[in-house]
């Protein structure tokens, strides 16, 4: 079995950290974390080996977890990438996209397959949502969260709204014509709140908004297509789908009809659909594809080209909020 290492051992790499003990497509060796006193707890909980340095570890292993702050995770890729080592870096993959670049021919040098950690498009919803035919034209995303202390090293661009950026760039398949976007620190020093803008060569537009300060949390993206509109809730993994027709829909498509529209001669039914959503763990369904890809038995399902690309718009949109202060 594939040998894993997790490095940075924080909220997240605890998580990282738990599932792969329990994998049963690679085996954990240890973890390596700044504090040897939080290693060496989690370690003995799992029941694996708590490193005293990031080299003795990727001597140890095939691949790594990196879930360190995000400033590290250019410096520590690139010596686990020298090293021959595959590597799976939780989101935004470097800090800035140039770095990104960097990894990318870094890993291609070495042959070594780079995941990146992006989570949602793992989510159960997100994966029942891959059963339909998706061309949007018009994209609302609301991504809003409580104040949370120990995520504030980076901006709630690079926290929380990458999430949607990369979810839409990846169901829009078109590249990004132009950024209209704005944002205020309230708590912090850097984006605590903000807004995107995204006009794509094909026409689509999507609406983003991400925010730190929010006394309810939310998770939603809203997608406008002809004669479809989809519902997509990440917290709750549900979906539902609104669709117009001409006729009624085949069995195979049991939906609820919630009325008709007069069009002229024409009569069109609205359906209401919640297709069924099948629970998943979405981080354990990210490690499965990570060592599928390792295998050479899938391709690559979140790729440092989409981190990368995610980063860049991250960049121009942080540029923007800034410049607007």
């Excluded at 490193?51 to 686990?80: G, M, P, R, Y």
């Excluded at 309810?216 to 609104?242: C, G, H, P, V």
């Excluded at 979140?302 to 923007?320: C, F, M, N, W």
């Amino acid at each position: 079995m594939i040998r894993i290492g997790v490095i940075g051992i924080g909220h997240l790499g605890a998580i990282h950290t738990k599932l792969w003990a329990n994998s049963l497509t690679a085996s954990l060796v240890g973890i390596f974390d700044v504090s040897s006193i939080r290693s060496e707890e989690i370690a003995q909980l799992h029941n694996c080996t708590s490193f005293n340095s990031i080299e003795t570890l990727i001597d140890s292993v095939d691949a790594v977890t990196i879930a360190s702050s995000t400033n590290t995770h250019f410096e520590i890729a690139k010596q686990c990438i020298q090293a021959g080592k595959h590597c799976f870096i939780e989101k935004p993959i470097t800090e800035s996209y140039q770095q990104a670049q960097e990894l990318i021919a870094l890993a291609k040098e070495h042959s070594v397959i780079l995941q990146v950690g992006h989570v949602e498009r793992f989510n159960p919803a997100m994966v029942a949502l891959s059963e339909y035919s998706v061309q949007p034209k018009f994209i609302e995303a609301h991504r809003l969260s409580q104040f949370k202390p120990r995520a504030i090293d980076v901006s709630v661009v690079h926290d929380l709204m990458i999430h949607d950026i990369d979810i839409v760039l990846w169901l829009v398949q078109s590249p990004v014509k132009s950024i209209d976007a704005s944002g205020v620190n309230v708590l912090t020093p850097t984006i605590d709140i903000a807004n995107a803008r995204l006009t794509f060569e094909n026409g689509c537009v999507a609406n983003l908004t991400a925010s730190r300060l929010s006394v309810q949390a939310m998770r939603k993206i809203r997608m406008f297509q002809e004669n479809t509109y989809f519902s997509l809730d990440f917290a709750k993994s549900e979906l539902e789908i609104f669709r117009i027709a001409d006729a009624d829909l085949p069995q195979s498509q049991q939906a609820t009809m919630l009325g008709t529209i007069d069009a002229g001669t024409i009569k069109r039914s609205i359906y209401y659909d919640k297709p069924t959503v099948t629970p998943t763990n979405a981080i354990e369904q990210e490690h499965i594809s990570f060592v599928k890809a390792i295998e050479g038995k899938a391709p690559i399902a979140v790729t440092a080209d989409d981190g990368s690309e995610a980063l860049r718009i991250v960049e121009l949109i942080q540029e923007q909020c800034l410049s607007k202060l």
